[in-house]
């Protein structure tokens, strides 16, 4: 047998994964939110963005071996994780609000209170842990690596690169809109932007606590 029609098949189920993490990951959500905070503050952004990855592979990877089905068979935990990441959006929504308002968004004050490198990665791992729609990816990542049998850590792994792909794209990339953020009034509408976002996101979890 030829040696690419051999390799074929875990090309397949490798690029499956990487275009199924793409359409899953690329979206502007409460990480994507503090992570492009972070990236533009220039604040732990590598620190950020390596917890984020690793919490990411790790979960993925588990998913594959069958996380998808303790989480299915655990009633509460759902709804836990609900509760967590409603009281988590709604106290980052409040903190955002606050530096919008109380003038203390732009990048010079913020960085005389700057978070530090332990606050980034807790920000971190609470923007994945305790996201609801993070676990209901894993479900899905989970049913989908079972089609492809003993080519599912190559579909996992395709999930991985495609979610440090999003996060260095997002985290450095960020880095290029510094200088529309030179000014005060500038932090001032992407906290309130941010807190904003983090609100609305904090009501449609508890709608979904509802039902």
């Not at 450095?172 to 309130?192: H, I, N, T, Y």
């Amino acid at each position: 047998m030829p040696a690419v029609l051999y390799y074929y098949p875990t090309f397949e189920a490798w690029s499956s994964g990487l275009l199924t993490g793409l359409s899953l990951f690329a979206v502007v959500g409460a990480q994507s939110a503090f992570i492009l905070r972070q990236g533009i503050m220039r604040s732990h952004i590598i620190t950020v963005i390596t917890v984020c990855a690793l919490s990411d592979a790790i979960f993925i990877t588990l998913s594959v071996f069958g996380l998808k089905e303790i989480i299915l068979i655990i009633p509460s935990f759902k709804k836990i994780i609900l509760i967590f990441g409603i009281l988590f959006l709604v106290s980052y929504s409040y903190q955002a609000a606050k530096r919008s308002i109380n003038n203390n968004s732009n990048l010079i004050a913020a960085s005389g209170t700057a978070m530090t490198r332990k606050s980034a990665i807790l920000g971190a791992l609470g923007f994945s842990l305790l996201n609801p729609h993070f676990w209901l990816d894993l479900i899905l990542i989970g049913s989908l690596a079972s089609i492809f049998d003993d080519r599912s850590l190559a579909y996992a792994f395709g999930v991985i690169i495609s979610s440090i792909l999003w996060l260095i794209v997002l985290g450095l990339g960020s880095r290029m809109f510094a200088p529309f953020f030179s000014s005060q009034r500038s932090w001032r509408v992407l906290d309130g932007l941010i807190s904003i976002l983090m609100l609305f996101m904090a009501v449609l979890l508890a709608l979904k606590f509802e039902t």
